[in-house]
């Protein structure tokens, strides 16, 4: 399972090493690469809550996904900031 990014690998060697599922990895992954694309290849660090929130707000809005798939993504980026970048969102997001 290895991309084209060192740091979406290092993300799955980290989840594989947790034994997250494989298919949680490449959903989790998805959405992070989205997220790091649609802010023109910022990198997480440098970002934070009005990032995510810009993103998840796009992914209703613009792309017409449910709110069910924003919550995935949601998800997706709670760990990413959680885990890898070590720095927990403070959003308190309610999408209904």
Known sequence: MKTRSPYLNYIADY??????SLRTINAYLGWIAKFIHFHNKRHPSSMGDA????????IV????????T??????????????????????????A
Do not use: G, W
Request: aromatic share 10%.
């Open 15 to 20: 989840m594989l090493t947790r034994q997250y």
């Open 51 to 58: 990032e995510v929130k810009a993103f998840l707000d796009h």
């Open 61 to 68: 809005l613009k792309r017409n996904m449910s709110p069910r």
């Open 70 to 95: 924003q919550s995935a993504a949601l998800n997706a980026l709670a760990f990413l900031y959680k885990h890898i970048v070590k720095n927990e969102l403070s959003l308190n997001l309610n999408f």
